[in-house]
């Protein structure tokens, strides 16, 4: 946590505004979604409670805190109350794991009439070096929230929709996985900081020791493995259980799935768990594939140097150039957290059989195919 009682300080906020971050997201996207559809629909959407329908978010809030507790009469109690804290629980995980911004440096500073650091800051809740590997692992234990869920219910639909979450989770997690291993395989590490140092600058690669480049693409991971790329972005659909993969909710033949019987904050908190996995697989796919928190062709030193030029102090131009790339990554991931609001409300959902042909037939093959051309090519590159 620290060495010292500020940096434990600094540490233990940290955790705290990461993880506030993630569940302030949830309104906002939710009403995004509402407008989102309702543009995409030709119709209003939420435009009544409050300018452009903001203050919904509010009214929402105050209906799933004063909504009645409600357990089915058959259900098993434990087990009904556990499965909405379980589903929250990974995303948190996850999501404090993924670096959002530059290491930032904190030269000694008075504080309480006392000298205090120097201290190098992380821009995450806490650094694993085996980010991708503890995010992955942690990630896939969502399953067990909706299992408990649909069984701890007593309910037939949620059992179903539980059951078919969790055959659907375990089917595309394999070519997520898989897709993931080509971009580690080109990077040679799990460390994220080292994945995003090295996107950055113009597009360059070596071949059998010849430097080759095109200087005006930066040099994100998307053109390496376009499929990779591809292959996860659809992966994460299905993992997150959204259109057209949302087949353990379908309410046409379900109801609403695994959380039919559930309702008030139990229900808030699932909303939390799924759009916590929609951030954290937006967060891997810019980690991993579009540069994380780096500029095309601009270096934190640059930005630094420059408001230092301003008459800013050291330790104020670190840190609001750690605040700029921070906002940089929060801008790539709300892009993809808009697709996902866009192709629900585009594409219809798959049938349950064409749901798994698609991971098992298409996706996993695609993906092991990836791999292996990836490993030969890196070979080959690198003799």
């Not at 948190?92 to 911004?101: D, H, N, S, V």
């Not at 292996?372 to 590159?381: E, P």
Request: glycine content about 10%; proline content about 4%; overall charge neutral.
């Amino acid at each position: 946590m620290g060495s010292d009682l500020v940096e434990v300080l600094i540490n233990s906020v940290k955790l705290v505004l990461i993880f506030l971050l993630m569940v302030q997201l949830v309104p906002i996207l939710v009403w995004v979604e509402r407008r989102g559809s309702a543009f995409i629909q030709n119709r209003y959407g939420p435009n009544r409670v409050g300018p452009f329908g903001l203050m919904q978010l509010l009214a929402d809030a105050v209906k799933f805190v004063f909504k009645e507790e409600f357990v089915p009469g058959k259900g098993h109690k434990l087990i009904f109350y556990a499965a909405p804290v379980v589903a929250l629980i990974p995303g948190a995980l996850a999501f404090a794991a993924i670096p959002l911004a530059n290491t930032f440096h904190l030269e000694p500073f008075m504080f309480l009439g006392e000298s205090w650091g120097p201290y190098d800051i992380n821009f995450q809740g806490y650094n694993v070096g085996i980010g991708i590997v503890f995010i992955l692992g942690v990630s896939s234990l969502g399953a067990y929230a909706l299992l408990l869920a649909g069984w701890g219910s007593a309910n037939k639909y949620s059992l179903y929709g539980a059951l078919r979450a969790v055959a659907q989770m375990i089917s595309y997690e394999l070519a997520l996985g898989l897709s993931i291993v080509g971009a580690i395989l080109v990077y040679n590490t799990f460390d994220f900081h080292s994945i995003i140092a090295q996107q950055a600058g113009a597009l360059s690669f070596t071949i059998s020791g010849r430097e080759l480049g095109i200087p005006f693409l930066p040099n994100w991971g998307i053109f390496y493995q376009p499929l990779g790329a591809f292959l996860f972005l659809v992966a994460a659909f299905a993992e997150t259980n959204r259109l057209p993969f949302d087949l353990p909710e379908a309410e046409s033949e379900l109801i609403a799935g695994f959380h039919t019987e559930y309702g008030g904050m139990k229900m808030l908190m699932f909303y939390l768990g799924e759009y916590g996995h929609m951030l954290v697989a937006s967060a891997l796919l810019v980690t991993f594939y579009f540069g994380g928190y780096q500029l095309p062709f601009v270096s934190h030193v640059m930005i630094e140097d420059m408001l230092k030029s301003f008459g800013l102090g050291i330790n104020m131009a670190n840190v609001l150039t750690a605040f700029l790339f921070f906002t940089v990554f929060m801008i790539k991931c709300l892009i993809f957290l808009w697709i996902y609001v866009w192709v629900r409300w585009t594409l219809p959902r798959f049938r349950y059989d064409q749901l798994m042909d698609l991971g098992w037939k298409t996706m996993l093959p695609w993906a092991l195919a990836n791999t292996i051309v990836t490993a030969v090519v890196v070979f080959l590159a690198r003799i």
